[in-house]
């Protein structure tokens, strides 16, 4: 298995639970913006007669989602490195994304005129903005408080807590749906930053006993480069398989599967595939730990471009259901190995930007889907 150059203090045997449930806590939070974000978007654009920009709107979200996380990261490492850690920026974020959400709000309630209405879709950048900037300085924070060789079970962990979110969200776009936009806009400000806040609060004890910093590690360590092309690759093969899975399972197991897929009724495929992402995370995680990070991950991205063919190219039934399972098995898997194959992949002066560029290309395969589809 690949390993990382990270000091000993580092090395505990331990996962920083508290920490790590923290985090887990803070990307439940993102998650649930984002779906709030997804649900009420295009009603406040029929609402406030924006339909014409929607296009346009997509596309914002899509250049800034790729372009933010690294310099977000960029951001993260110059704090990391001349003021010990990564958090103020991760602190600026959430506090700049809580004020969006109560600016939104308000812009809601009042029912804005005319001209302020001009407001919504400024906001509704500045919003996508806010949540990019500390979400990867947020989640790099995880190589932290995880021993090396424990990476993937704390990433079994957030991916357990995003694909059980992701399978409930008809539920949660109801209780969106019930309590109204502005209300939803209220309570995603304050549970971004109580969660932001928990997060740096236990963060924060990480570097007690080195002056406030974080650990530094050894000269061989400090000499390793960053591989920015593998690392942007793993984010894009990550993103395909994502993107896929959201956008496009659903109406394939409805159209040739309908014996158990009714015509709109595929959203409930994915949410089973969804279910069982989440039940295989933890011990699929523990597989990944004792093989080569690496050659699991190929493997598992060789197995999505087969199940793909499967349930694109196929119209058997059952080669489309059997190829549906394995997409989630492989999913799981690349779900849980490629952060840390990045971080593997970073070296230790630009740590938070890999992880940016990571997450930059995550988004960028369902960003160019989406924008394809608005236009």
Not at 197 to 206: C, E, F, I, R, V
């Amino acid at each position: 298995m690949e390993t990382l150059s990270l000091p000993k203090s580092q090395a505990s045997e331990n996962i920083q639970w508290k920490q790590l449930w923290s985090l887990a806590a803070l990307y439940a939070s993102i998650i649930i913006g984002w779906i709030a974000y997804s649900n009420y978007q295009p009603k406040l654009l029929v609402q406030f007669q924006f339909t014409d920009f929607a296009f346009l709107l997509t596309a914002a979200q899509a250049v800034i989602l790729v372009i933010t996380p690294p310099i977000a990261g960029k951001i993260g490492d110059r704090f990391r490195l001349e003021k010990g850690h990564r958090l103020p920026i991760i602190s600026s974020g959430i506090s700049f994304a809580a004020m969006v959400f109560m600016a939104v709000a308000f812009t809601l309630f009042s029912n804005p005129g005319e001209i302020f209405k001009w407001l919504l879709p400024v906001l509704i950048v500045l919003w996508l903005v806010s949540m990019s900037i500390f979400t990867s300085p947020a989640l790099s924070t995880v190589e932290l408080f995880t021993p090396v060789d424990k990476l993937p079970k704390a990433m079994a962990v957030l991916t357990i807590v995003a694909n059980f979110i992701y399978a409930f969200e008809p539920v949660i776009v109801d209780i969106i749906d019930y309590i109204g936009a502005p209300l939803t806009f209220v309570a995603g400000g304050l549970v971004t930053l109580l969660s932001g806040y928990a997060m740096q609060k236990n963060s924060l004890g990480l570097f007690k006993q080195s002056g406030n910093r974080e650990p530094s590690p050894d000269v061989q360590a400090k000499a390793k480069r960053s591989d920015y092309g593998f690392i942007f690759l793993l984010g894009i093969i990550l993103g395909i398989t994502t993107a896929v899975m959201f956008i496009y399972v659903p109406d394939l197991l409805s159209s040739k599967a309908p014996a158990l897929f009714s015509e709109g009724n595929g959203k409930l495929g994915l949410v089973v595939m969804l279910v069982g992402s989440a039940l295989i995370s933890w011990p699929l995680s523990m597989f990944v730990n004792s093989q080569r990070m690496k050659q699991v991950f190929w493997s598992s991205a060789l197995l999505v471009l087969v199940c793909m063919t499967g349930m694109f190219l196929m119209d058997s039934a059952i080669v489309v259901l059997a190829s549906a399972i394995l997409y989630t098995v492989a999913f799981t898997s690349l779900s849980v190995s490629s952060l840390p194959l990045a971080i593997d992949r970073a070296g230790f002066y630009d740590k938070v930007l890999c992880v940016g560029i990571f997450f930059s290309g995550v988004a960028l395969p369902e960003g160019l889907i989406e924008s394809l589809h608005a236009y």
